[in-house]
Every structure is written in C-alpha cells, then in structure tokens.
C-alpha cells in the first residue's frame, strides 16, 4: 500500500558533500503560497538557520524548508549568517519564490562553517524549477546520527497530512525539537494552524527527551497549501496529533545508541505540568535509564527520581504507585514472582512505566530510551 503524498509540493535532495559523500540536502516547498506555523530552539546558542527562520517565520505564510545535514552552522559568527542567508538565496532562485518564504535548517556538526564552493556548485545543478517533493529522500537526506529516516503520514478527510523529521540525540526540547517538518494540502488559516500546532508540540515533541540536552538548531514547521481544500479542524487536528506523535515514538526508538523505547505516564496530578515535570524527571534520569536497560526492575530508582520533585510539596510517599507495565512494584511490597513479571515486561522493546500520584486528576505522558554504552560511544567520537 503507498503512502499518501500532499498535493502541491515541490523540492530535491543532493549530495552536496557538506562532510562526506551522503544526501545531505533537503528542500520542499509548496507551489502555491501557504500558511504555517514554527517554532524554534530557546538555546541562547541558536544558530544563523534559527534566527533567519525566525524572521520568516513570523509572516505565518512560509511555502517550505530548506536543509543542510552535518553542518550545524552555529557560532560561526556574521560569515556564517551570510553563509546562511545565501545558501537561502540561492535555493530560492533555482524554485522562483522569494528567499523569505522558505525557512531554512541546519543539523551537525557546532563552530564548523559551511564548505560554501561546494555547496554553490551542488546547488547551480539542481533542476529548475524543482520536481515533484519526494518527503521520504527528504527524511533520509537529514539524516545525521539517525539510523533510519522518519516519516509519518495520515489521511484527514480529502487531505493528507505528512511528517518527516530527524533526530537521535541532543534532544530535550524547550519548545519543538531537533528538525520535523509537516506537509499538508488541507485548508487551515494560519491563526487555527498556528494554535492548533503549538497545542500539538507541547504534547508531543515537548514530551519527548533522549539526554537533556538542548539542541541549538531545533525547528518545527506546519505548512498548509490549501490544495484539497477544508477539513474539520478538530479532525485536523486529531491527525496532526497522531503524526506527530509517532515521529516522536520512532525518535525515541532510534535514540543515539537506544535499545528500548520508555514511555513515562504520571497520572493523578495536581494539574498536566506538575505531570510533566515529574514524569521528565523520571525519564531524564540516568539509574532509570540504566535499570530500563538491563531489564533490572528496580522501581527504587523511580521512587528516587520522584522525590528529586523537591518543590512539589504536595506529593506524599504513602499516596504514590509506580507500574512497570501493568505490574505494581510499590506501595505493595514485590514479591519474586511480580519482579520476575516487571523484568519480563523490561526486556521487550518498549517500557511503560507508571506512576501515579494519587493527588487529582492531572496527567501527562513522555517518551525516552535506554542509556547504552553505544550512546558513549557515538558522543565521544562525534567530531572525530
């Protein structure tokens, strides 16, 4: 069974050999002017990309993206916002659309300037004006670390609604995360676009957290064409929700060096932030990380990162239940058989934990993995 594909979407991918000799160029764009909606890294790092997106961005009706992969272009100072904004320029030339139009993104490698010659000479080649968008080459020419590319895509109504993103590490977003662009031909005004795409992000890419880290690159896009004309935007917004959400699970998944996807559920809550900022902390934390892992079920280590929740003072011990899958580990005093039943669940690919606080009915659920020693491995010979 194909995919389904938006009407109306332009763009190439290239090898542009920014670092070595793979795709490492994406740009799609609509053919007809759209509305969107961004949002971008809080890092008091972010890059040329970030800022000239930004820009763009506020206007709500940017057409597409332009990516350059291995290549951060962060701290490289006034040549490497030049560098960026004519990489822009030079896209927008061969697609015949103004440069502001297009956001532009840059994932990799921090302090390195673009190999700007070659990156010229890649570009004069690409075919004018651009083929049919194929979003899966797209998804895999942004690929750094990534092991697979991602791609989501769903029906609503007449129109179709696909994500691509990318992004294994570096990864605890303060407000989209990593690179995830959504396509859609569905008519939405950008005011609802807007809200309905910031509502998306806080419940699944900000849920999402591979090592605390905050990339200085991170950007998330909606554009919508208009092509297949209205949809209900409950609907819509349903679809956006489930797209984004399952780029979210496979980012998890793919984690730099992960073996096990963990999702995180805190339940009864004094409101969804306090279930949040509980529920992170217990994927954030490195014993948990491990004990998922090895399968060791030791909800010791969950409790632990629980009470790390200083300032929540309405949290009481005695209220508290903690599950690994369906089997409660605390309050109730484990025996062997229900820390063999926990491990059993451990040792398959994806780890819910559970906890819930017995205080009201706030919750909030998160998405993580594993910490393996290929995790180290990748990190400490990132640049070399």
């Known amino acids: ?15 542009l050999g920014i670092k070595d000799s793979l795709p490492d160029f994406a740009a799609v764009l609509s053919a007809v002017p759209s509305a969107s909606a961004s949002v971008f890294t809080r890092s008091r790092f972010a890059g040329p990309s970030v800022l000239l997106s930004r ?6 009706a940017a057409r597409g993206m332009v990516v350059l992969a291995r290549n951060a272009n962060v701290a490289t100072g006034a040549q490497g916002m030049a560098n960026a904004r004519e990489v822009r320029e030079l896209v927008a030339a061969r697609a015949g659309v103004p440069a502001d139009e297009l956001l532009i993104a840059s994932t990799g490698v921090i302090g390195v300037r673009y190999p700007m010659d070659r990156i010229r000479a890649g570009l004069a080649e690409l075919p004018s004006p651009p083929p049919d968008a194929d979003l899966a080459e797209a998804a895999a020419a942004m690929m750094t670390t990534d092991t697979v590319p991602k791609q989501v895509s769903l029906r609503c109504g007449e129109a179709t609604v696909t994500g691509i993103a990318k992004g294994v590490g570096m990864i605890e977003p303060n ?10 031909d569905a008519s939405v005004d950008q005011p609802a676009l807007d809200a309905i795409f910031r509502r998306v992000v806080e419940c699944t890419f900000n849920a999402l957290s591979i090592d605390t ?6 950007t998330a896009a909606v554009f919508a064409n208009g092509l297949a004309g209205p949809v209900d935007l409950a609907e ?16 998890a998944s793919d984690g730099e060096g992960a073996s096990k996807l963990i999702e995180v559920r805190v339940l009864g809550a004094r409101d969804d932030p ?9 994927v954030n934390s490195p014993l948990v990380k491990t004990a998922v892992h090895g399968a060791d079920p030791n ?40 820390l063999a039943d926990a491990a ?19 919750a909030f659920t998160v998405y993580g993995c594993d910490l393996t020693d290929g995790y180290i491995r990748i990190n400490a010979d990132y640049t070399t």
């Open 1 to 15: 069974m194909s995919t389904p594909s938006p009407q109306g979407y332009l763009g190439w991918t290239a090898a």
């Open 55 to 60: 820009e763009s961005a506020a206007k709500g």
């Open 274 to 282: 306090q279930a949040k900022r509980v529920a992170k902390t217990v």
């Open 175 to 184: 407000m989209a995360t990593l690179l995830a662009f959504f396509f859609t």
């Open 213 to 218: 880290d905050t990339s200085t690159s991170d």
């Open 236 to 251: 819509f917004e349903q679809t956006l929700h489930e797209v984004a959400l399952g780029l979210v699970r496979m980012i």
């Open 344 to 362: 059993e669940h451990m040792r398959g690919r994806e780890v819910v934990i559970t906890v819930e606080l017995g205080i009201a009915d706030g």
């Open 299 to 338: 909800w010791g280590r969950v409790a632990m990162a629980v009470g790390k929740c200083e300032d929540e003072l309405d949290i009481d011990p005695d209220r508290v239940v903690i599950r690994f899958g369906e089997v409660e580990t605390y309050p109730a005093a484990p025996t062997e058989q229900t």
